[in-house]
């Protein structure tokens, strides 16, 4: 039973462009929604995440959006350099426990 | 540098066999995770522990062992009972057990022979 679902699975954007991910979650119990970045060979690291207390949060080019009533956030990617061509994976959960998305690579074209 | 370190980096297990992956981390955190990722899959959580001594099963705990007897350390092991073993396996470690920024290690990738 997959918990959290992701799309799309991959994408290609040019560079200067946006990419967008989604993800919806099932369980309204889920209070921290986090983004992790993976590059090949290495293990994750966190990039951004959010609290459903707020609707939008942004860092730098990334902005993560979230819409409660939806069941439903996004990471956008403004301005994609060739650097951030990696593997982006979405979660969601609380306490001592969080579910996957099945993550998105994600390539920018320089 | 404070990290998590993984080794080996690759493994390979025979049939019937074995194998533990080591997990050691210096950055003081309570708890730790493991966490098994296959192609196309999200990360799923196999066990964690959140204190020394102590730790509990995640979703797909079968076939695994672990053990803390140390807080830096968190081996895993992969036991003949674990059918499909081969996939890259994650440990990750948070200050504490509220999941909040895991902080993960380069990997171990598991192949069968």
């Known amino acids: 039973q997959q918990q959290v679902k992701q799309s799309p699975q991959s994408l290609i954007v040019q560079k200067g462009g946006i990419s967008i991910i989604n993800c919806a979650y099932e369980n309204t119990a889920f209070d921290y929604f986090p983004w992790y970045q993976q590059f090949p060979g290495k293990g994750p690291a966190l990039l951004i995440a959010i609290r459903p207390d707020v609707s939008e949060k942004k860092e730098g080019r990334f902005t993560i959006s979230f819409n409660k009533s939806a069941k439903q956030f996004s990471l956008h990617i403004m301005d994609s350099q060739p650097g951030d061509s990696a593997t982006y994976f979405c979660?969601?959960?609380?306490?001592?426990?969080?579910?996957f998305g099945a993550g998105t690579t994600v390539t920018v074209r320089a | 540098d404070g990290g998590i370190t993984q080794s080996p980096k690759y493994l390979f297990r025979k049939e019937g066999q074995n194998v533990t992956l080591s997990c050691e981390q210096n950055l003081n955190h309570d708890a730790m995770y493991w966490y098994r990722q296959d192609p196309g899959q999200g990360l799923r959580l196999i066990y964690y522990s959140q204190i020394v001594n102590d730790f509990q099963k995640g979703d797909i705990a079968e076939g695994y062992s672990v053990s803390r007897e140390k807080k830096e350390s968190f081996p895993l092991t992969v036991t003949s009972a674990q059918k499909n073993p081969t996939a890259f396996y994650l440990c990750?470690?948070?200050?504490?057990?509220?999941?909040?920024?895991?902080?993960f290690g380069s990997g171990t990738q598991l192949s069968v022979l």
């Open positions: 979660a969601a959960g609380n306490d001592y426990k969080l579910s």
């Open positions: 990750a470690s948070s200050i504490s057990s509220g999941h909040e920024k895991l902080f």
